[in-house]
């Protein structure tokens, strides 16, 4: 990559990187990186865009109408492989809010592996109420996506109700781990989310 891009200060971009990796999943500040990789924010933005080609990190825009409550610049920047996040995260033995984080990554490496139509987001107020991914497709409402790692009832969805007071058309799914057979539930009146597996997931959206 750095020669590729013909990157210069190549300790600082390899700098950048992991804490990308380390980072993956979260809001992406340019100014949290400028002091520990020791450059401009034109270069942090050089950085990226050189992943982001290159397929290394995947950057997630957020969604939006404009709404003077709602998140329309911060992207968030997701690592390409799980095994890279869970080193330099520092991860030994893996939690279960560390497989919830995984798990994200792989349902937006399937998303996009498999070439579904539609532009992929998040959403984020700025009350920090937060949906992972929103499809938005031309002509169409837009489709919500939580992931979580088990759905056992418990599962905190004030992110997606959120969103879907302020977008009440469209499609909800919650995707975990442990769905095998669809179901749904209600989210809001007239309102409702569906549990999901992977496969089912896929297979809605497209």
Known sequence: MQELFRLERRASFTRFVEMVLARSGGIFEATAFTGPVEVS???IANYLSALEITKVAHVIRPFSTRRSTELVRAPKVYGFDTGFVKVFRGW???RPDDLGLL???YVLNELQGRMLPGD???WRSTKHQEVDFVVVRRGRPPVAIECKWRADGREDLTGLKAFRRVYPQGP???VA???ERQFERELLPDVRVRYV???GLVASVS
Do not use: K, N, Q
Request: no cysteine; net charge negative; aromatic share 10%.
């Open 92 to 94: 030994g033995e893996l």
């Open 172 to 174: 909800s799914f919650v």
């Open 41 to 43: 924010r034109p270069t």
């Open 120 to 122: 992929i987001r998040h």
């Open 103 to 105: 798990w994200e990554h």
């Open 197 to 199: 597996g992977l496969e």
């Open 177 to 179: 781990s442990d769905v």
